[in-house]
């Protein structure tokens, strides 16, 4: 998991957060798609992802979703889950042992935005305390 970033170091955006890029990590995707619907005439939904990887393979992904999805992934088992602030909003921390229908082990933070976005980001570094110091690097613009 990355570790918190120097303040000096630039800021990026993805949708409303503002961050620090997560230092040793360098960006692999950054996509946006609209998905159609299931409601005739409602508005598609607009899902943002992110990643980024280190030199050991560790993996940090990003999403952001507006709207109804009809995507569903598949379900999530928390074998542990607590509480925290991200950019002063509550976010629910998790660690799992089964995400998008598939057995793995991984830190997950599930919060919603300022302006109607929903967020998860996660990643495959189990250590709680790197995990948590990125999310802190998180604030809303």
Do not use: C
């Not at 997560?22 to 409602?42: F, N, R, V, W």
Request: net charge neutral; proline share 7%.
């Amino acid at each position: 998991m990355p570790k918190s970033s120097a303040s000096t170091q630039p800021m990026t955006t993805f949708d409303e957060l503002s961050y620090p890029p997560p230092a040793g990590y360098t960006l692999k995707d950054d996509t946006t798609e609209q998905i159609p619907s299931l409601i005739p005439g409602a508005e598609p939904a607009v899902e943002r992802y992110r990643s980024y990887i280190d030199a050991a393979g560790n993996r940090l992904h990003m999403f952001s979703f507006r709207g109804l999805s009809s995507r569903d992934r598949g379900p999530m088992k928390a074998e542990e889950t607590w509480n925290l602030l991200i950019g002063g909003r509550e976010a629910r921390i998790s660690r799992v042992s089964m995400f998008f229908g598939a057995p793995q082990n991984l830190l997950t933070a599930h919060f919603d935005g300022a302006s109607g976005a929903n967020y998860l980001v996660y990643t495959n570094q189990l250590d709680r305390a790197r995990f948590e110091a990125f999310l802190a690097t998180l604030k809303f613009h």
